[in-house]
């Protein structure tokens, strides 16, 4: 799990939820939706964390702007950049993951990724 996620829900006083996104190497990811009260109480996630990674935050407000909707919902399912959703709450989480289902099969890596990745590699060095 990565820290910025337990950042997220402290910030967010423990409230939303958690989309897990795990991508094989070929066919859409799988998608796993965990409370964040779940998280904060499962000693093996919390004994898992990593350095920040790929973390999308969405809020309840999407559902009012339908183009930047349907823009993360493409990116939860295909920006192989992302590997944490960050949803304000367990419905926007289960509608997210529930459309980003639908999605063709088209993986990418989004600009952010990429200068993510090059940021890492870089302090890594």
Avoid: C, W
């Avoid at 070929?26 to 790929?54: C, E, N, R, Y």
Wanted: charge should be negative; glycine fraction near 6%; hydrophobic fraction near 45%.
């Amino acid at each position: 799990m990565s820290t910025a996620v337990l950042d997220l829900i402290n910030i967010y006083d423990g409230e939303g939820a958690i989309i897990l996104i795990r991508r094989q190497n070929h066919g859409k990811p799988a998608f796993d939706v965990k409370t964040s009260g779940d998280v904060l109480a499962s000693p093996a996630i919390l004994s898992s964390l990593q350095p920040s990674k790929g973390v999308l935050v969405a809020i309840n407000g999407l559902y009012n702007n339908p183009v930047m909707l349907a823009s993360m919902v493409r990116s939860i399912a295909n920006d192989i950049s992302v590997e944490y959703v960050y949803a304000e709450s367990v419905e926007l989480a289960n509608y997210l993951v529930t459309e980003a289902r639908k999605e063709h099969d088209e993986p990418y890596m989004s600009a952010e990724g990429l200068m993510m990745e090059h940021i890492t590699d870089t302090n890594a060095a």
